[in-house]
């Protein structure tokens, strides 16, 4: 299943929207790869087990399941985390990619690719339909999160 969708961080035409500037929406989205307790619901505990250059290695504890994890930075553009399929979890990559089209709009795409099927055998479509609906959710999450912590002068 593939799923694409774009947030609005900044909107000019809401005065009520505090804007973020590039550099704290880069700081917000490294924070959640390397403390995301502070952004994933049901999330227990995790630990960075390995970094690298631009990388870490993650465990992500879940009660009984724990889902192993590479994040991949690409500076000041996009955060791609890549999960193994198990018995416990699906698989795939997640892309989260700035993108500013004018000095003034400022935007994060989001892109799941997992091996989680579109349709199941019978051809409905209800069960992946759900789980987009999940993902949208989690990254208006994820925004309202980093907003909260810049707001609080965290990501300069």
Do not use: C
């Not at 900044?10 to 929207?17: E, F, K, V």
């Not at 924070?31 to 619901?41: C, K, M, N, W």
């Not at 500013?100 to 055998?121: C, G, H, K, N, Q």
């Amino acid at each position: 299943m593939r799923f694409e969708h774009l947030v609005e961080i900044n909107d000019p035409g809401n005065p009520a929207l505090e804007p973020l500037t590039p550099e704290q929406l880069w700081q917000g989205l490294v924070l959640r790869a390397e403390s995301p307790e502070l952004f994933v619901l049901g999330l227990d505990s995790a630990e960075i087990v390995n970094r690298g250059d631009g990388w870490v290695e993650r465990v992500l504890h879940f009660g009984p399941a724990s889902v192993r994890d590479r994040v991949v930075f690409e500076p000041r553009h996009a955060v791609r985390y890549e999960t193994a399929a198990t018995h416990e979890h699906a698989g795939g990559t997640l892309s989260m990619i700035i993108e500013t089209p004018t000095p003034v709009a400022l935007l994060v795409r989001f892109i799941y690719e997992t091996t989680m099927p579109s349709v199941d055998d019978s051809g409905d479509d209800r069960y992946a339909e759900i789980v987009k609906s999940a993902y949208h959710e989690a990254d208006l999450d994820t925004v309202r999160k980093i907003r909260e912590i810049a707001h609080t002068g965290r990501l300069g």
